[in-house]
């Protein structure tokens, strides 16, 4: 696993997240188009796009628990990650049954079942709460951030420059190279 990964969770997430998205796009497109040649090519995609994304959404699921058990996090986090889990699990089954859905109703040359296209839409707003939850994982609560920013080293640095920089007009500092006064 690269270093800057907590987990393979995020690696993953991003997929669960798109995917179902791209599926919903490509089915509309699909039938707003279906007199042209694309019509069924974006079904086609549509289909791929939802097979692979409730792929990546099982496995989300399943880094998702290595994830909980191996970060730290307080009762705050802990808290936001089981809200965030809870609506995985209902992303996670409403986009299996719609895989399923799109089995059944392969025969079809061109665009989606009403039903389908009702499944595939819930499971894209299913997957962009799970999403906004799993952000508040990291953003707010900053489950499996390494470092935090510490912005008294950059005042720090700043006060260093700012000094530097008043030399030049200082009529007491022996006036030399302007630019030995820039080197830190
Ligand atoms: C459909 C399934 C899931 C999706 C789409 C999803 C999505 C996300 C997203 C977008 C993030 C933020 C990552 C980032 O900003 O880079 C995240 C973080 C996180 N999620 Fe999920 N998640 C899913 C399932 C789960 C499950 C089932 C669990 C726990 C059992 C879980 C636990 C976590 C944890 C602990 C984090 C914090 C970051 C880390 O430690 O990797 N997730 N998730």
Known sequence: MPEILPNWHPAVVHFAVALPLLTFLFFIAASVRH???????LTTAARWSLCLGTVAALAA?????GAMTTSTMDLAGHENVHIHLTWAYRTAAVLAVASLGAWLDRKRAVGAHPLLLLCVAGGMGLVAITGWYGAENVYRHGIGVQRLPDPAALDDHQGHAHHHHHD?????SPNGDPEADHRH
């Open 61 to 65: 699921v399943l880094t998702g628990q």
């Open 168 to 172: 030049h007009d200082d009529p007491a």
């Open 35 to 41: 007199r042209t040649g694309w019509a069924p090519a």
